[in-house]
């Protein structure tokens, strides 16, 4: 059984503090890797034990009382500690919620940070007038390719 990894930073206890990008993304990684480093933990213990054939083709002797105690114990500690990452991922993205809905998370600024924001806008409506233009034409080909079948199903 591994340590678990290093506890990240703390966003600073004030009721006006967002946490940062960097943060967020270090939150996530490092649950992440607890999430997957304890299931791992969990098959390990798991299979660890399995029972294997020697090389003469005799089972191995079942294990002991205390053997399958101290796995019961690892799988028991591994499980509670998957389910704590998975709380903690689940009140992160709680708190990710809450900060784009109100207001404190601004994805667009660093999007168009110095860029021309019309240009872009005029490149954006040409590219999906396009986009329309294209799906329209296919939606009428496939009019103008089923509409007598369509139009004898309805007659029957």
């Known amino acids: 059984?591994?340590?678990?990894?290093?506890?990240?930073?703390?966003v600073p206890p004030s009721?006006?503090?967002?946490?940062?990008?960097?943060?967020?993304?270090?939150?996530?990684?490092a649950l992440s890797t607890t999430l997957i480093k304890r299931?791992?933990?969990i098959f390990a213990a798991a299979l660890d034990d399995a029972p294997t054939q020697t090389a003469a083709g005799n089972p191995s002797a079942p294990p002991?009382?205390?053997e399958t105690s101290v796995q019961q114990f690892q799988l028991d500690v591994e499980s509670t500690a998957v389910i704590?990452?998975?709380?903690?991922?689940?009140?992160?993205?709680?708190?990710?919620?809450?900060?784009?809905?109100?207001?404190?998370?601004?994805?667009?600024?660093?999007?168009?940070?110095?860029?021309?924001m019309n240009?872009?806008?005029?490149?954006?409506?040409?590219?999906?007038?396009?986009?329309?233009?294209i799906v329209e034409e296919g939606f009428r080909k496939f009019l103008a390719k089923y509409e007598t079948s369509l139009d004898l199903d309805g007659e029957r």
């Open 119 to 133: 240009g872009q806008n005029e490149a954006a409506q040409k590219k999906m007038a396009e986009d329309v233009r």
């Open 64 to 66: 002991s009382l205390t």
């Open 15 to 29: 009721s006006d503090a967002v946490p940062t990008a960097k943060f967020l993304q270090a939150r996530i990684t």
């Open 39 to 41: 299931l791992e933990n």
């Open 1 to 10: 059984m591994e340590p678990a990894p290093k506890q990240e930073p703390r």
């Open 84 to 116: 704590r990452a998975a709380e903690e991922i689940m009140m992160l993205t709680r708190t990710m919620k809450e900060i784009w809905l109100f207001g404190g998370l601004d994805t667009l600024a660093a999007d168009h940070g110095g860029k021309d």
